[in-house]
């Protein structure tokens, strides 16, 4: 998509919302001058906030409602009572065509439920994927399925490789990404069935970019491929065991560098180095889980973030939207899915 | 088992191997003043390195053969043409009752296939599994399986616990460890039919300790439990991507402060906090990859490992001697047994 496009935010979802919601909206604004803004939530609260910047007034529409997704919401519950809600209404505005994306900070797995039954998959995809990017050795990669959807089928993990492939191609700006499939070995024999399975047919495709074959734990942070693909245990539990790490480390060094008079002075001299290194780990940087293979753009950002890192959040639907990543979807499986079928019967 | 006990060495593993393990053993030895040391290996090589220490040849006894298992064999093939191999002998001594330990940095997947076929699994014990522990910000905990396993049900997954809470009990020192299943979310409901038969199981059992539930991928890290027990598959891609995100952080800390001169000279300041934290995320003090569930103990060590993290790996065999490790497994699942059937078969 060119030229000028809307998108929705859920402006009540988030700890520090709606005022973090209204304020990642103005920097995204900067960044993308070209998006409108769909506000959905308290009018009330929202206009005075949104008037504070001029620049943003003039590109946003307030839709006013009382209703709220909150954090302990099962989603069935706000499937049934949320029809009214910010969340459910920012939906809808993709549904609808008057928006091309969504982005909340609200609760996930409301959120997930809404837009599968509201958006429904693109055609050829089963089930959707909880997508989302991390720093690596050579630069970013992206992993799916990060929880989604606790077992899959070879067909499943090849449709997340084509779904991160046009992600890697569309955010990360990956001209021709390498795709792997995350295992216990790199040999063709290591892993389960669907893994070998999906492997087999990931090396039949015509997907821009090439096949990597499987991949280890380690490779993720090496950076060894673009797109990391798994299913959804194994990929809620890297990320959170990675996540879990790099905390560790971090406050492994506040320690060290706490520990004595020296290392407090070697902190102070060192400090616009680490600082810079702060900034590229940032997790802020990282804000935006990707609801891919839904029919619409939905992303959900980090309860807790700020208005930088929801502006982050905002900008992976602006970038998709920009790189139109549905219709890539739509055509990369297109080009597989006569591959797809055969195999699979065949293994 | 106090008093004397004997330690088998697989002297040809590893890829410094001989000196690495003689100097390994000479530096177990300090720490370690109650085992004798059977050496497997080429005898000529062998006798003046050992030599060379008076006090460990004065310990230890010396082996001939001249068959070495090598990296790239596999296991079946070790099995098979490896039965006068260094490694093979190693493990016989254990089987024979001439020793209660054997340590090899020889090849995992030949060490692992040798142990099964001649020391067999303990009684009750269906599966071995293969654990191994890490620093927490809590101090340490161990995790299993690791790769042994790549599929396992609610009873592998007991086992596992009571494997790994005598670990944590012999090896880490912790009175009363706390258990947890690795799992995608803290809720009763999430996860594998598998997880959720097995936390049923844990909470029926009269463990030493407490069994937590659930935890998630970033609970490893900050030491929520003692003992994480899962599956071999998402296990060995946990512990990996653990392994991965140290490595890039530590590389981002070396070009963080490589970048200026004004970093370069903090460096210097805060040298030695920064090596003290080295000393305590040093690789080598976690070197030991246990197979836990044989009828012996049976500990790999990385292949890349120098003395020191050999000694290590020395370490734990013997911490898991003098505590009687597998006597406490077969006490303890003696205990659970009654209990982990029926409630199996009903759920």
């Known amino acids: 998509m060119t030229g000028q496009f809307a998108i929705a935010l859920d402006a009540m979802g988030g700890d520090r919302a709606p005022e973090m919601v209204v304020k990642g909206a103005n920097i995204a604004r900067q960044r993308f001058p070209e998006v409108h803004f769909l506000f959905f939530g308290d009018e009330k609260r929202l206009k005075p906030l949104v008037d504070k ?5 003039k590109v946003s529409t307030i839709h006013h409602t009382d209703q709220v997704v909150k954090g302990e919401d099962k989603p069935s519950t706000a499937l049934r009572a949320g029809r009214s809600s910010s969340m459910r209404l ?7 065509g008057d928006a091309a994306g969504v982005v909340s ?3 996930t797995g409301a959120l997930m439920a809404m837009a599968k039954v509201v958006l429904k998959t693109l055609p050829g995809i089963t089930r959707p994927a909880i997508a989302s990017f991390f720093p690596t050795l050579k630069g970013e990669s992206v992993m799916l399925d990060l929880g989604a959807n606790v077992q899959c089928d070879a067909d499943n993990l090849v449709q ?3 779904m ?3 992600f890697a191609r569309t955010v990360l700006g990956v001209v021709s990404p390498t795709m792997g499939l995350l295992n216990v070995g790199s040999e063709d024999m290591k892993g389960h069935e669907a893994l070998r399975e999906a492997s087999a047919m990931l090396r ?3 997907l821009p970019g090439s096949f ?5 734990g380690d490779d993720i942070a090496k950076g060894t491929v673009d797109v990391v693909v798994t299913d959804g245990f194994t990929g809620n539990i890297a990320l959170k065991s990675i996540e879990g790490t790099a905390k560790l480390y971090a406050e492994f060094m506040r320690a060290t560098f706490k520990s004595s008079f020296l ?17 590229r780990t940032d997790p802020r940087r990282y804000n935006g889980a990707i609801f891919m293979g839904l029919n619409g753009i939905a992303i959900k950002s980090h309860g807790g973030t700020d208005a930088l890192g929801f502006s982050n959040a905002i900008g992976v639907a602006a970038d998709m939207i920009t790189h139109r990543a549905l219709a890539r979807i739509t055509e990369d499986f297109g080009n597989t899915a006569a591959v797809s079928r055969p195999q699979a019967a065949e293994l």
């Open 53 to 57: 910047y001029r620049a943003l007034a």
């Open 90 to 96: 920012a939906i809808d505005a993709v549904q609808s």
């Open 105 to 107: 900070a609200g609760n």
């Open 160 to 162: 997340f490789a084509v």
């Open 164 to 166: 991160g492939n046009v």
């Open 204 to 206: 039949e495709f015509k």
């Open 212 to 216: 990597h074959g499987f991949v280890e």
């Open 263 to 279: 290392s407090k002075l070697g902190y102070l001299l060192a400090r616009p180095a680490l600082n810079a290194l702060r900034l």
